[in-house]
């Protein structure tokens, strides 16, 4: 299909091009995964910006005594340990070096030490700043770099980038197709990525509805029990389509149990930013059907 999220994750414009792509081994991928786990710049990653981080890293070996950065630099990397220990330095004009302390004599003051787990490398990229302390490896080190523009690209500009996923995705959705440019990017701010396997439930029949949802790839169907409580597939989801807005418009159980049909990602929308930014839905759709009658309503 054209112009969806998978097109996307191979092309993503401007910012995704210029990222480099690692390929990595999954004894890799494992590695890497445990040393960002602690670090608080990795959490609440989807798992395409996950995989982006893991794909945009290098592994970097190390040998001890080498200076990995050197303050008052440019910034290029930012760098997670995986394995040794590093000394962080910081020098100052006037400062009283001591030696038994740990301080060294070119590089300054020893402020703070990066063990396995830890990262480094941050504040230059964040800031636009040159390096305000040299780093220096104490042992033999395995690192994992990843570059400036991924670091920005990937960890700092969420929204952006969270943007320019869903911008094509959005637009191709019927329901949203009449929205303005602006109202799918306020949609697209707040919508959270998940992915099911095969036979998982997204929604169950009888709970309390708290979220909509978009199908953005794959398929799900909607079940319901017959008099016997069987139950019984009432309909199909594929991409672009929704559900989950029965029980949120009617403020109503939910209606029927949707289960994933092989891998599923859906795009959920939270009750209140439903009601604030879909709502009245009942509009939009009156909005879509009247451009079929070739007239818009008004606003
Ligand atoms: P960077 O890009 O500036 C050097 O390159 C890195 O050292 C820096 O990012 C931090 O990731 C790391 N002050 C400044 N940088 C520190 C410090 C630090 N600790 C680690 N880095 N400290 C303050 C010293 C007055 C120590 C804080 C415990």
Not at 17 to 34: V, W
Not at 149 to 168: A, P, Q, W
Not at 241 to 269: H, I, M, S
Request: with cysteine.
């Amino acid at each position: 299909s054209a112009g969806g999220l998978e097109v996307l994750a191979e092309d993503e414009g401007p910012g995704a091009t210029s990222m480099p792509h690692y390929p990595k081994s999954e004894e890799q991928l494992a590695r890497i995964r445990n040393a960002i786990k602690p670090n608080f710049l990795f959490r609440n990653l989807d798992e395409e910006q996950e995989a982006d981080v893991l794909g945009a890293m290098k592994e970097v070996q190390v040998p001890a005594g080498d200076l990995v950065i050197e303050q008052g630099a440019a910034g290029d990397f930012f760098y997670v340990v995986e394995r040794g220990v590093l000394d962080v330095y910081v020098k100052r004009d006037g400062q009283v070096l001591d030696q038994d302390k740990g301080d060294h004599q070119k590089l300054g003051k020893k402020v703070a030490e990066c063990k396995e787990g830890s990262s480094f490398g941050e504040l230059a990229l964040m800031h636009n700043a040159p390096r305000a302390a040299s780093i220096l490896s104490l042992t033999p080190c395995t690192l994992w770099a990843l570059d400036r523009v991924s670091f920005r690209t990937i960890l700092l500009d969420h929204t952006s980038r969270k943007r320019r996923l869903y911008e094509i995705f959005l637009s191709e959705v019927p329901i949203l197709a009449t929205l303005q440019p602006q109202e799918r990017a306020k949609i697209a701010d707040v919508l959270e990525s998940r992915t099911y396997a095969d036979g998982e439930d997204v929604i169950v029949a009888g709970e309390a509805g708290e979220e909509f949802f978009l199908v953005e790839s794959g398929e799900a169907v909607a079940l319901k029990s017959d008099e016997s409580g069987q139950p019984q597939v009432v309909k199909q989801y594929g991409k672009g389509d929704y559900f989950g807005e029965l029980a949120l418009l009617n403020r109503q159980a939910r209606a029927a149990t949707v289960r994933a049909q092989g891998k599923l990602r859906v795009a959920a929308l939270g009750e209140q930013a439903f009601t604030r930014l879909l709502g009245p839905v009942k509009d939009i759709m009156a909005r879509s059907v009247g451009e079929m009658y070739g007239y818009t309503a008004a606003r």
